[in-house]
């Protein structure tokens, strides 16, 4: 990227940015006029996030994602609510959440454990910053979306990355977010920092929940504990995953509500239909649209925002909160109505009743859930014990039990029906996880994935955390103590399986939490001195000052990214040499055959994501995507595709990554002249089956004759 592309990229990030959040402070200014503080503010990160995704996938649904239509349709609504007075909502009370007082001491430790945690993130993202985002389903799946929304500028497609899963049925607000940032910049920079943000956003609504009853810090803290377990620190900072967006979102909603439960004239703990039940409902909705898995805790918190309306007003309640989740995720589900008559195209029977979706071939692994193995005490001595220790450290039976057991006071005690209603959706959430597919993957009496996926469970466990410390039983002095102190001990324990004083990247990580941890925290400290001089809000003092110093550096960090990205991608695989000529390959149409390449597909995209990667396949009914099990057939795909190169490789073992099998294609594509290896993309051990070639010409489908019978064949039959 030349500086004067740097600065386009800046430019254009500062202009969607600053669009965005004016629109979003304004509309929250004149729709909630009394919140105030971090409520408000959580409320305006929801309706950004919202507005912008929503702008996007309207742009995108005409094939228009593109900078110029992106920034100026966002220029102009924040025009519009510049220039035109904003209708006043009708019939509200402008009801004000209360604010108590919080310690000294308790704003110091929140400070100091927000700090450990942006640190912890922030070191483990350096990684990404040295070596590019290597993270396996990023490069599968998520950041292919994401480059592919962001070439086309279209949200209407579906990109087939292998024939294995169905994922490109996924909800993709989150890969929406990141072709936002590719389109803007031309690269996938930004895409390292994401993360980062919807870990501030859990931060921020773990606050909010706790705001209203004194107790912020500590319901803070049990997000913290959370956000510094192994499962999320080594799969979530840096990378293109979801999970932590998901669980942020689904955080917010529940701290928009509870916020709302605690002001107005409404019974204690009842709400009523109005704008933060909007803001609420769009949070639920952006959180559906981003993780399949956060479709039961999004649902369960709906169902207690209108089992806690006001008597009268559900019906109205259930449009006043549905309405903006559907346009907050609906797109996703919609489109996979239309091509495949289900939502949900992976779920294909609810009991007795079939449902239309795709039938898959190949199978990677069995997709049992961890209610399959309850009662199997082998299977818990040998993955499920030692799995909940490495995800969430050796006190995961301390947190499991205060969650269960606090979950169980706030269902005797908490701060009203909606606390208490909270209280049971977590209990129910967390249940319904020990059904979830793919829970404990892996063959029979194995279920080898079973601590990759304790992931699955962090938005119903986010869920429980926060409310945890609204029981009245907390509302004393020496409980309130003891609760935080065991949170903090848990904090401690969980971060103590990735202590960022001996990570690699801790250098990065803790100039990223003095930047943007502590400068805010210094300025809020001394908020009335700077007010008075400046005139301005502390902490956007220090984020403006955070996000400006960011900048300045940026330019040096992105250099060295892109000199690095891709240059030693796992080369015990075979495709570092692939990777790192892709890198410089633009423009090019690059097919794909094998699942070993369609797993690891994302560094064909080139660096600067202009190439169209293509996996090679049929379609099948209801949406659905097979392999290709002739060499005729092949032939014919690879003349329909016409790529300037094709990638084969072997069939990706899941259930032993380092002994592929072996797939056919290779054998096909070898038997044409008009196709050559590249040799600068070859692997120096060509025992690894990763092939790259240059297609100067069609293939010959009469040359498959020459083939033995055995040599066509599809890996990986059910």
Known sequence: MSFVEFLAALLHLFLVGSFTGFVAWRLRARLLPGWTGSPARLVECVTGVGLLLFVSTLLGAVDLLKVFPLVIVLGLLAVVVWLRVLPRPVGSDDPVPPSPAVSTAAQVMAFLVTFAVVAQWGAFTSYNLDHGITNFDSVWYHLPFAAEI???????????TETVFLNWFYPQNSELVHAVGMVLTGKDFISIFINLGWLALGLLAGWCVGRPYGRPHLTMFGVAVLMATHTLVVREPGTAKNDIMAAALVLSAVAIMLNRSSAGNEPKGRVSP?????????AVGLAAGTKVTALAPALLVACAVIFATVKGKRLRASAVFLLPALLGGGWWYLRNLVEAGNPLPQVTSIGPLDLVGPQRLQVARDDFSVAHYLTDTTVWKEYLVPGLNQGFGEVWPLLLGLVLFGLILVLVNGPGRLTRTHGAVALIAILAYLFTPLG????EGEP????????????ALGLAVVIVPLSATFNRGWPRMALGALLLALFVGTSAGDPVLTAPGKVFGFALAMLFVAVPAVCWFGRERLSRLSGLPALSIGLGLALAVLAVFAWPLQKNYFEN?????EPEYGLMQAYRWANGITDSRIALAGTTAGFRQYGFFGEDLSNQVIYLGRDAAHGGFDAIGTCR???????????DFLVTAPYLNFNDQEHPVDSPETLWVDLNPSIKPVRAALPDDLSHGIYVWEVTGPMDPALCSRLDPAEEYIPGLK
């Open 150 to 160: 962001a070439r086309t500028g279209s949200v209407t497609g579906f990109l087939h």
């Open 274 to 282: 109005d704008w933060a039940m909007v803001a609420g409902g769009l």
């Open 440 to 443: 404990a993957a892996g063959p």
């Open 448 to 459: 080898t994935a079973f601590s990759i996926n304790l992931r699955f469970l962090i938005p």
């Open 565 to 569: 990205r891709y240059n030693d991608f």
């Open 633 to 643: 057939e092949f032939s014919q795909a690879v003349n329909q595709v016409d790529p």
